[in-house]
């Protein structure tokens, strides 16, 4: 099994930054891709990034771009997403995800372990 705990959320004006972390453990070795979803109030779970185990592929939802930048600490076990130029838009429970095999994928039924996930309000 795969724990996943975020944190970095919070309450940020528009334009604002936030970094959100992501630790994993147990079973570590299931962590071959690991990715962020989030979900607005009100709205469906949506894919926000995604990255391999090496960091050598990534892929970001076309509404993040320029914007957000996902990436893995050396261990592996940990995962980021800066995200910068925050819109009222991005307010969301982010959460982060992680599948043991397989491509960067937008879907989150790929995806077997997931974090509680943490709050991020962007106000106008």
């Known amino acids: 099994q795969v724990h996943l705990v975020e944190s970095g959320g919070g309450l940020v004006p528009a334009g604002g930054s936030l970094t959100l972390s992501c630790a994993a453990s147990g079973r570590t070795s299931s962590t071959y891709v690991m990715g962020w979803f989030r979900q607005p109030p009100g709205k469906e779970r949506e894919f926000v990034a995604a990255i391999n185990w090496s960091g050598g592929s990534t892929n970001l939802a076309d509404s993040v771009k320029g914007r957000f930048t996902i990436s893995r600490g050396n261990a592996k076990n940990m995962l980021y997403l800066k995200m910068n130029s925050l819109k009222p838009e991005d307010t969301a429970v982010y959460s982060c995800?992680?599948?043991?095999?397989?491509?960067?994928?937008?879907?989150?039924?790929?995806?077997?372990?997931w974090g509680q996930g943490t709050q991020v309000t962007v106000s106008s």
């Open positions: 995800a992680a599948r043991n095999y397989g491509a960067t994928s937008s879907n989150p039924t790929d995806y077997a372990y």
